[in-house]
């Protein structure tokens, strides 16, 4: 072993999932070596710094009914995020997405959006959600409401283009929207609050523009996103799956050696490097060099050490919330079990385990041996349930004029 395993090794959220996903390379880069950019991409700096102010205004509104109340100090959260990577120099150069654009942003959604009536629940809520027996995620909830509708995540999002159909899909598929949802539920659940009652992610989405003709604009709209309990399941044993899969090429990292030609481990996804017509920021060690073990004495040009611990917030450290999970029908036993789990190894500093209950018989099937864990029942027969496969068909050749093709024996 030639790493040294650091603490948040251990410690998963979905991003980290979500950039396994993407490429295994970048992965072990950025939470193997801890080698982060320098300077992070523009729509990350300002992405992130729009997400601090509005929750300013929901503070805001929370408290006094109107967002305007949260307007300046939803500046200065956006300023204090944004100066630190753009001296105000630059910040011509980055427009729209510059503080300018972020004060339009910010009035245009008080505007379209200070009729909305709601309860203000919590505000960056931290904690863990089980997926298995073993493992947990890490989760941030940003802003949880009470309307009339229901009770919603709040979460925010950035581009350059209006929202639309193809956005909205992408959005319905991430990962992390999935944690949300799961993390939403579970709390809801733990404050007493009835399945039913909780509707999913609600996400505000700007689009930051510039023309020759209309100049700077935002335009603000929203969308949600809703899981039903069996998406949620499905999830849970898709994240534990690859939580499974890291766990695989920690193991094949272990038996990696420097003087080899190639590290076998978290082998590289090219498909990724230049996604979105962008150069991954890992695109040059990638090229360049067979076995990335080689160079692991320092960080290359441009990046420096930084580990990404989820369960921190810079500058304020909040309560840390560990949920066991939901529990089977008719049982006193959690669906995810009792086991020691993943973040259980690596924090023991959180301050208040909440524990949730959810009548989901579905989580159980009947079999000829009686009723059983879907889990349990999808590993004895060496898949998953919910994702059967399908039966094999037998091909056989019928030949023909234009050669050769192929058909099912009926
Ligand atoms: S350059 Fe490509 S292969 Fe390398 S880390 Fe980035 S996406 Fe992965």
């Known amino acids: 072993m030639?790493?040294?395993p650091h603490p948040t090794w251990s410690v998963?959220?979905?991003?980290?999932l979500e950039e396994f996903e993407t490429c295994p390379r970048k992965y072990f880069f950025r939470y193997r070596y801890g080698w982060t950019p320098d300077r992070p991409s523009l729509d990350l700096v300002h992405g992130e710094a729009w997400h601090e102010g509005k929750r300013q205004l929901y503070l805001a509104k929370g408290k006094t009914g109107s967002y305007n109340d949260g307007?300046?100090?939803a500046i200065a959260e956006y300023l204090k995020c944004y100066a630190k990577y753009y001296g105000e120099e630059e910040w011509s150069w980055n427009s729209p997405k510059n503080p300018d654009g972020a004060r339009l942003g910010f009035s245009t959604f008080i505007e379209e959006n200070d009729e909305?009536?709601?309860?203000?629940i919590g505000a960056e809520i931290h904690g863990t959600v089980p997926v298995s027996e073993k493992y947990v995620l890490v989760a941030k909830l940003d802003t949880l409401i009470e309307t009339n509708?229901?009770?919603?995540?709040?979460?925010?999002?950035?581009s350059k283009n209006s929202l639309s159909e193809i956005f909205i899909d992408e959005y319905q598929m991430?990962?992390?929207?999935?944690?949300?949802s799961l993390m939403g539920l579970v709390y809801c659940l733990s404050m007493g609050y009835k399945p039913g009652d909780f509707q999913g992610v609600l996400i505000n989405h700007a689009a930051f523009k510039e023309s020759k003709k209309l100049g700077k604009t935002v335009e603000c709209t929203r969308f949600s996103i809703k899981k039903t309990v069996d998406q949620l399941e499905q999830y849970m044993q898709e994240a534990e799956q690859l939580i499974e899969l890291i766990e695989w090429n920690d193991a094949t990292l272990r038996k990696d050696r420097d003087d080899e030609l190639v590290m076998l481990a978290f082998p590289r996804r090219t498909q990724s490097c230049t996604k979105y017509f962008r150069r991954c920021e890992y695109y040059d060690m990638c090229r360049y060099f067979t076995n990335p073990l080689r160079f692991l004495d320092k960080p290359q040009a441009g990046f420096h050490v930084e580990w990404w611990d989820?369960?921190?917030v810079e500058g304020r450290q909040r309560e840390f919330l560990k949920f066991k999970g939901l529990k089977k029908e008719g049982t006193n036993?959690?669906?995810r079990g009792d086991q020691p789990r993943q973040e259980d190894r690596v924090d023991e500093d959180s301050k208040e385990v909440v524990e949730s209950t959810l009548a989901v018989s579905r989580l159980r099937v009947r079999s000829r041996s009686g009723y059983q864990d879907i889990r349990q029942l999808g590993r004895r027969h060496g898949r998953r349930l919910g994702c059967p496969r399908a039966p094999r068909r037998r091909r056989i050749f019928t030949g023909g004029v234009s050669g050769l093709r192929h058909g099912r024996r009926k």
């Open 2 to 4: 030639l790493l040294t």
């Open 12 to 16: 998963t959220d979905s991003s980290k």
């Open 71 to 73: 307007f300046e100090a």
């Open 116 to 120: 909305d009536v709601f309860k203000l």
């Open 149 to 158: 509708e229901g009770i919603m995540v709040i979460d925010h999002k950035t």
């Open 174 to 180: 991430k990962l992390q929207f999935n944690t949300y």
């Open 310 to 312: 989820p369960r921190k």
């Open 333 to 335: 036993a959690s669906v």
